[in-house]
Each structure stands twice: as C-alpha cells, then as structure tokens.
C-alpha cells in the first residue's frame, strides 16, 4: 500500500519507542533497520506521492465507508442464508477476514474452499475482504452479489453435503505440520 504495488516498506511506531534508535536519549540504543529492495528510487517516489494523497484527499474515510458497506452487504447475505454460525466476518471493515465453519460448527477448510470456488467463479478472488482506495460502489456490489450468490452454494453444501459442491481438492493451511 506504502509504494502502490512498489516494493518499498518503512519502520514506524510509538515515538518513544521509535526514539530508542537516536542518539538523543540516554537509554541503550537500538538499531532500527526497514529494508525491503533498500532505497530504490522509483519506489522512494511512489511512497512519497502516496502519502501526499493521503493528505490532500479522504483515503481512509473513503475506505473505512466502503468497508462498512461490504461488511453490512455480507452480513445481510449471511443472516438470508442462516449462515452466522457457520460463516462468520470480523475485523475492520476495510480489511475483514471470514472464518468458514462445517456443519458441526467446526473450521473447515474445505467449506473455506467451497467458498473460495463460488466467488472465483463469479469474478472475485477473496481469501480475505480488503477494500482499496480505488474500490467504487460498483465494486462493492458486484462482491456483495458474488459472496450473496457464493453463500447460497454454502448453504445448499451444508444441507446436502459438501461433496456435491466441491470441485477438486480443499486448501491447505500454509502453516501446518506436516505428518
């Protein structure tokens, strides 16, 4: 987000924190180190534009409202669908992450999958829901219509069974034990 889609990171923080790798304290000092492709010129720039727009223009208002309208969109798909005690949103509305529960209310991954696979079908990859500055309403409603469309399959899958539904095999967790 820092370099829109340029690979640029930096080190932020608390100010007393952050003061603790100056010299201008008489705390031990620590060294503070951000290096993500190190001072890339092009990146330094696309960082530095990006948080001039963040100033001048309603970036984050504009987000945090789209994000309240595609939480309450989903949310209204789910209580519809009398899916809330198997697919669940949390988070900040603009970054909200889903968790997909079986039919014995337990996390699934292959409901997780099911999931996945509806909304991809309908032209919306969402492994989670973050909402860009760049989203319009038009956005926001053709997702809201794609999980609307992608819960229904869910509930079908959960009254029939999932196996009727699920096309190939379920994601795994990228972090797991391998046995």
């Known amino acids: 987000a820092l370099g829109n889609g340029f690979s640029v990171s930096a080190l932020v923080g608390k100010r007393e924190l952050m003061k603790r790798g100056g010299l201008d304290h008489e705390a031990e000092r620590v060294f503070l180190l951000s290096f993500t ?36 969109g989903i949310q209204k798909s789910i209580d519809e669908h009398r899916l809330g005690e198997y697919f669940k949103v949390a988070g900040k509305p603009c970054a909200l992450v889903y968790a997909t529960l079986d039919a014995e209310k337990r996390s699934s991954q ?67 034990r391998y046995v």
Not at 135 to 153: E, G
Not at 161 to 172: F, T
């Open 37 to 72: 492709h190190g001072a890339e010129t092009f990146a330094l720039a696309a960082a530095k534009e990006v948080i001039q727009i963040y100033k001048r223009e309603p970036v984050i208002e504009r987000m945090w409202s789209a994000g309240r309208r595609l939480e309450q």
């Open 110 to 176: 292959s409901f997780r999958t099911l999931f996945l696979q509806e909304t991809i079908k309908r032209g919306i990859l969402a492994p989670s829901f973050v909402v860009s500055y760049c989203h319009t309403d038009a956005d926001i409603d053709r997702t809201v219509d794609a999980v609307h469309d992608a819960l229904h399959v869910y509930r079908q899958a959960l009254n029939e069974g999932i196996e009727k539904y699920l096309i190939g095999r379920s994601v795994k967790p990228v972090f797991r």
